[in-house]
């Protein structure tokens, strides 16, 4: 069971007010996707909900107890994958339930990287792998970890368009067999549609929760929906949204 809950955040740096009334929620096994212009504090809220900093109003909790300011209740996938060098992809991947005191499951983590179609590469280092692979890894280190909530800032924002809906694809793939609750972040408009189940669209800085929906299209979804009447509809009115 895993619900996060942040109710009426708000979070200036100095005279920089960056978020002035952030509400929503993530329940157990939820895709949710946080969709926003640039610069208007998407990072900003994973900090706070990892617990780097401190909201200078309202509250974080998890399963009802509250976060504000610390860490270790979420796992979080930064923008860069973020992988250590001098680690394997094995070692790379062991390294979320090492940080997190527990003992790895040896069999779980070859069958995460076999599913991320990175057989035989269990050995390899970084540096032999392509940027998406890396991103696969990182992602993989993520599910791993034992925390119930995955949080993902921008993952595939630097990847082209076509390996970018590949790893959306697999994502999901990988997401429908391993539910954990995802809080994902993003500034595209068809990739928080084809990946959630419900969109939060922000408004500029400094961040208001401008629109919350229910993405309606059924899983598993598949390329084709891409280009469907329904979710371009859907495409428009947030589009519009956003600009207004
Ligand atoms: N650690 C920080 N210290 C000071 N200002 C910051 C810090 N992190 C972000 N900001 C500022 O907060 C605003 C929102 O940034 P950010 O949360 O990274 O937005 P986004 O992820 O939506 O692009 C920007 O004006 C940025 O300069
Ligand atoms: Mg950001």
Redesign the pocket.
């Known amino acids: 069971m895993a619900r996060l809950t942040l109710d009426h955040i708000a979070k200036s740096?100095?005279s920089?007010e960056?978020l002035r009334n952030i509400t929503l929620s993530v329940g157990d096994a939820e895709f949710v996707s946080i969709l926003?212009?640039?610069?208007?504090?998407?990072?900003?809220?994973f900090?706070l909900i990892g617990g780097l900093?401190t909201p200078d109003a309202g509250t974080i909790s998890l399963d009802g107890s509250v976060l504000n300011g610390s860490r270790g209740h979420i796992s979080y996938m930064p923008q860069s994958p973020a992988l250590f060098p001098w680690r394997t992809v094995l070692q790379n991947v062991r390294l979320s339930a090492e940080v997190a005191g527990i003992k790895p499951d040896e069999e779980q983590m070859k069958e995460l990287i076999r599913s991320a179609g990175l057989a035989g590469y269990e050995h390899a280092y970084p540096d032999e792998l392509s940027g998406g692979m890396k991103q696969r890894v990182s992602f993989i280190r993520s599910l791993n970890a034992p925390q119930q909530i995955i949080c993902l800032?921008?993952p595939f924002s630097a990847l082209d368009e076509f390996t970018r809906l590949e790893m959306q694809q697999w994502l999901l793939s990988i997401w429908e067999t391993n539910r954990k609750s995802i809080l994902f972040?993003t500034?595209n408009i068809d990739e928080a549609l084809f990946l959630s189940d419900r969109i939060i669209v922000l408004s500029d800085?400094p961040?208001a929760v401008k629109k919350e929906l229910t993405v309606p299209f059924a899983r598993p979804r598949t390329e084709d929906l891409l280009l469907s009447g329904p979710f371009l509809q859907l495409k428009r009115e947030i589009y519009s949204e956003l600009r207004g």
């Open positions: 740096y100095g920089n960056v926003g212009p640039s610069g208007s504090g998407k990072s900003t809220i900090q900093y800032d921008e972040i500034h800085k961040a």
